[in-house]
């Protein structure tokens, strides 16, 4: 089912004529995706890469990148984007919008009160130089059409498109940028998955080969290389997780590669170990079925004596979907938010 605002603002489309420019990120799923193939002159600028995929699947034209509207090289009649989780990513697109609008082009903006479209309405207006109209849809949900004037003070963006050291622990230095989800700290749950392979790499050997699956900015193969492991694929589906991690493998000079892809699905080797945690959220619900789309790639990735350290937060019954992947399940540490699982086939 599509999102609500997503489709009330989908809905308003068809009252524009001229190229139009739809941001997809969490809101958008690849089912949904197959709504747009009617809609002419539509192109999708998405940050992930499952979505960019499906889009090619259908013959929609997309792009995938790190929302740089500055790639598609194009101007729009319409730029419609169904308002992000994140603040910054919020900011740097409705910056972005009037240099990549035709003239008397329009920018929609569509989101719930709870996720403060309110207040971006009013911060669009003043720096887009007009008043926008708006209407309105169920639950507090506002859709606003903006026809920009010569723009103002930027919004603040906190500098979406730079990387910053986000921490140094062991002494290595964490680079990573907005634009992912919690881009400026390191997971509670990824430490207690290195603790345990860090225990386990001092009673075996270090690993030869690892996928780090689902990689964000790249914390479990930075300190996995610093374990000791000889090569490293890391693979995502966000583009700024990716642009992250490719940052701190060329800053570490790390053996491997940073791929982008859908759960690893179009990576087809085998690896001594695999690290994950896991997405827990998508878009604003909660999805235990992906916890199993993970398992279903961790256990396709290892190699027959291979092992596969995995995290999730407590409330995901993880010891329920695993034995119908893997021959060993052992809980080796928990706390009260999270269990980290040694996972062996
Ligand atoms: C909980 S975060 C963990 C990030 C990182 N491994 C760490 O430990 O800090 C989960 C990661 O999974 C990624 N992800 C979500 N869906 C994905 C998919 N379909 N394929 C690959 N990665 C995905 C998210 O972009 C996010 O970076």
């Not at 009330?8 to 193939?37: C, N, S």
């Not at 997309?62 to 910054?88: G, H, P, V, W």
């Not at 309105?136 to 920009?148: D, I, S, V, Y």
């Amino acid at each position: 089912m599509m999102e609500p605002a997503l489709d009330f603002m989908l809905q308003a489309l068809p009252d524009h004529t001229g190229k139009r420019l739809l941001i997809a990120d969490e809101q958008l799923d690849t089912q949904a995706l197959l709504t747009l193939k009617p809609i002419p002159d539509l192109t999708l600028l998405t940050n992930r890469y499952d979505l960019y995929l499906a889009a090619q699947e259908n013959n929609i034209p997309c792009q995938f990148n790190d929302m740089d509207l500055a790639e598609l090289n194009d101007r729009y009649q319409l730029i419609a984007y169904r308002i992000s989780k994140e603040k910054a990513l919020v900011h740097h697109i409705i910056n972005q919008a009037p240099h990549y609008l035709a003239e008397q082009g329009q920018l929609l903006l569509c989101g719930y009160k709870n996720e403060g479209i309110k207040t971006y309405i009013s911060k669009a207006e003043r720096y887009l130089n007009t008043r926008a109209e708006v209407s309105k849809g169920e639950r507090q949900m506002k859709l606003a059409a903006f026809t920009p004037q010569a723009p103002g003070e930027p919004l603040d963006d906190r500098h979406y498109r730079d990387l910053v050291c986000i921490g140094e622990p062991d002494s290595l230095a964490l680079y990573s940028k907005p634009g992912q989800y919690g881009w400026n700290k390191i997971d509670k749950g990824s430490e207690a998955l290195i603790n345990a392979c860090r225990e386990y790499v001092n009673a075996t050997q270090p690993p030869s080969t690892v996928l780090d699956l689902g990689c964000g900015y790249g914390y479990l193969s930075v300190m996995a290389w610093a374990l000791g492991a000889k090569h490293i694929v890391a693979t995502d589906n966000n583009a700024a997780a990716l642009a992250s991690c490719r940052y701190n493998f060329e800053f570490h000079n790390i053996p491997g590669e940073v791929i982008a892809d859908d759960c690893a699905s179009d990576i087809h080797h085998q690896y001594e170990m695999v690290l994950c945690n896991p997405p827990f959220h998508l878009g604003f619900d909660t999805r235990h079925d992906l916890t199993e789309k993970f398992l279903h790639s961790i256990s396709n990735h290892l190699k027959n004596n291979g092992v596969a350290f995995v995290v999730v937060s407590q409330f995901i019954a993880l010891e329920t979907v695993a034995p119908g992947y893997f021959k060993s399940i052992e809980l080796v540490s928990r706390d009260k938010s999270f269990k980290v699982f040694k996972l062996s086939s």
